[in-house]
């Protein structure tokens, strides 16, 4: 019965959130468009990058940069989600859906559904977008959905972050708070070139940010191998696993604020 | 009242109400200068790409946060402008005997103080992090004045869109607009580097690129007549077509009031 209670309610947040995002293009088209524009600008303006001396990923710089943009779709559709989680508190609609919801855990899973299927949608085009502009592609059909897999773990932690802030600040004025953290700690990786082509104070943060081996196992299934994989995924579980109990210590915060 | 104590009023409000907005303050000097580090770090690799003009991408890169910061003070201008607009405060001003033109070079004039404010701390940052002028003291100078006036002439295009749409989320909405504009020019590299035929054509169409081309003259090859001249010429033309359009727009805007 508990059981049923939960899916029962985050299936109607995410059915709701979907909903307002798929028939909103102001809440849709930026989550949308600005992965592929990060995409054209990297990849097509920055080709020449991989003609640097020791800058051997086989694959060309197209799939280098799709796997960065990918993953930060990723994040950034969970903290777009979170947008809308902190809109719903301002405007006092997520205070009625404490009150209603029978297991209030189902509202965030809900958000993550929704954040998920969000997601998705950017990740179809730009695939189909990487594709049509010729991305080689080495990895196999296990390699892809491992990619995608280690995508939408990425997204559940974005969507937990960004959930933890909004049940928290409740206003959407914490957006910054949202996206800064997410944008910097992606930027401080191996955004460019690979890890060892890196060098300065870049290279020593690179070094230790959880987000590089997330991005080296991604760049390492796309061209076919499995380097890093071991690495990425316990790190991206357990930024996940961490996350979630931010998300729920969050939620509890906003139901002693709310009830 | 002269037209010129008129434009000092309207200037001092702008400026002290940009002050006045925290947010309107951090973003402009904080989101730059970390884009510079996070970039100019990230791609320094990029200096070992045959033909590439500078030994340091720190310096190469040294004119987008004025570039950036320029975009960032345009929406505040626009952003206010547009409020106003919707308070009733512009129909309040409309029956004193103030100028239209006063209260268009007046918004303007805060906007200069603004970025000269924020260039002169960008320039700062770039010194202090080890960039050295190739075209010593007096290109400094000229590099805030060329700024500036980049400043200004957005700033122009940001009272236009407020004055025709009176509406703040619209002049917000040309923000990612001119973004994208900025990344697809010759921000990250030379053009004559950039790979891709299509990439490399659509940045030599962007007037920013040229803007840009300018501001990094001035940083990495000292004095260059042609990339002066060019990004001169192009910022005093969209200032002056933006003013043109900003006070056909008041004119309407009055009109319709």
Known sequence: ???????????????????????????????????????????????????????????????????????????????????????????????????????????????????????????????????????????????????????????????????????????????????????????????????????????????????????????????????????????????????????????RSAERAAL | MTALAQVGYVARRSVLRTARQPANIIFPFVFPTALLAVTSAGLSPATKIPGFPSKSFLAFFLAFPFIQGALFATMNAGTDLARDIQSGFLNRLALTPLRGGALIVGQLGGIAVLAFVQNCYYLTVGLIAGVRLESGIVGGIVLIILATGVAIAFGALGAFFALRTGSGEAVQGLFPLLFVGLFLSSMNLPRNLIEQDWFRTVATFNPISYLIEGLRSLIITGWDGEALVLAFGVAAVLAAAAMILANWALRLRLTRT
């Not at chain 1, 297991?103 to 899973?109: D, Y």
Request: avoid cysteine; glycine fraction near 10%; hydrophobic fraction near 55%.
């Open chain 1, 1 to 251: 019965m508990m059981r049923r209670d939960f899916w029962y309610v985050a299936f109607a947040v995410a059915w709701r959130v979907l909903h307002n995002v798929f028939t909103t293009p102001a809440l849709f088209l930026p989550g949308m468009i600005f992965p592929l524009f990060f995409f054209t600008a990297f990849a097509g303006g920055l080709s020449r990058v991989s003609s640097i001396p020791g800058f051997d990923f086989p694959n060309g710089y197209t799939a280098f940069q799709f796997v960065f943009v990918l993953l930060q779709s990723a994040a950034f559709g969970g903290v777009f989600t979170g947008f809308g989680i902190a809109r719903d508190f301002e405007y006092g609609f997520a205070r009625r859906l404490l009150l209603a919801a029978p297991r209030r855990s189902g509202l965030v899973a809900g958000y993550a559904l929704a954040a998920a299927g969000r997601w998705a949608a950017t990740a179809t085009i730009l695939t189909i977008v990487a594709f049509a502009v010729g991305m080689q592609v080495g990895g196999n059909g296990v390699n892809l959905i491992a990619l995608y897999g280690l995508a939408l773990i990425v997204n559940l932690a974005g969507t937990l972050w960004a959930s933890g802030i909004a049940m928290r600040l409740r206003t959407v004025q914490a957006g910054p708070i949202m996206q800064l953290p997410v944008f910097l700690t992606l930027f401080f990786a191996p955004v460019y070139v690979p890890l060892a082509l890196l060098n300065g104070w870049l290279h020593s943060v690179a070094s230790v940010n959880p987000a590089t081996p997330l991005l080296e196992a991604g760049r390492s299934l796309i061209t076919g191998q499995t380097d890093h994989v071991s690495v990425a995924f316990p790190v991206a579980i357990g930024l996940a696993v961490g996350l979630s109990i931010w998300a729920w210590r969050g939620l």
